[in-house]
Each structure stands twice: as structure tokens, then as C-alpha cells.
């Protein structure tokens, strides 16, 4: 069994830190598992000839599944402990199945007294930003 990662410490973030790059394989499982556990039924996210019907060369993955994996980078960095408090998202290209997502990130702003963390974030794939935006955590004391 993996351990979790350590809750990172209040006093050791600081504004402009980098967060580790982590890569995302976009795959038609990913797509369509996605929005079928986020109940989205568009059929865009699981029927290829309606994704193309509507001018998209593929399925795509829907808003919800992102806003899951953004969740999951920046508490994967943060800890267990950490609770977030804030997410706000834009998406921009579609994620298509067969590419890769590359989440980075960075510290926008660290308060050690009350343990607020404003993340930037950034997921990118070969056609440009799928989502930016930022994410509020509290670390605990």
C-alpha cells in the first residue's frame, strides 16, 4: 500500500513556489468514464458522430471531469489535510482523447498565519490551455 503524501507545512510554502508538472493521459475511458460518473449525458462526451455532428473531431471531456482533476493536482501537492475552499476555472481548448494533459502550477499567494494558499494552475494540451485558473487551500495548523 502507498502512503499518503504529508499535508505540506504552513510555514514552508511561499509565494512562487513551483508545483511538480504532472501529465494526464487523455483517453476515451477518461472522456467517457468522466462524464458518466459527473452524470453529464451530453452525448458529445460519449457518441463520436455527434461530437463530429457538432463540429468537434472527437468526443471531448466535460467541464466537471476538469474541475475534478484540478482538484485532485493541487490536493495532491497540498496534503490530505488540506481543505479547499475555492476553485475557479476557464476552460479553453477541448481535451480530445489520444492527447496528454500537463498540469503545472505555482504559489500565487501564501499566508503562514491563517494557512491560505492561492494556487495558480494551468492545463495545457498539443493544442493549447484546456484550463486555467486558480485554486484556494487551507492548510491546517
Not at 514552508?12 to 468522466?34: M, N, S
Not at 498540469?103 to 501564501?110: E, L, P, Q, Y
Not at 499566508?111 to 495558480?120: F, Q
Amino acid at each position: 500500500m502507498t502512503a499518503l503524501p504529508a499535508t505540506r507545512s504552513r510555514a514552508a510554502v511561499r509565494a512562487g513556489e513551483e508545483l511538480p508538472e504532472v501529465r494526464v493521459e487523455i483517453t476515451p475511458a477518461l472522456v467517457v468514464g468522466g462524464a458518466i460518473v459527473t452524470r453529464d449525458f451530453q452525448d458529445v462526451h460519449h457518441d463520436r458522430d455527434a461530437a463530429r455532428g457538432h463540429g468537434a473531431k472527437d468526443v471531448f471531456m466535460n467541464i466537471l471531469t476538469t474541475n475534478g482533476l484540478v482538484g485532485r493536482y493541487v490536493t495532491d501537492w497540498a496534503g490530505p489535510e488540506a481543505i479547499v475552499r475555492r476553485v475557479a476555472i476557464r476552460l479553453g481548448v477541448p481535451n480530445y482523447p489520444g492527447d496528454t494533459m500537463r498540469f503545472t502550477g505555482r504559489v500565487a499567494d501564501a499566508d503562514p498565519a491563517t494557512g491560505r494558499v492561492r494556487v495558480e494552475i494551468r492545463g495545457a494540451n498539443s493544442i493549447g490551455d484546456h484550463v486555467t485558473g486558480t485554486v484556494d487551500v487551507e492548510l491546517p495548523s
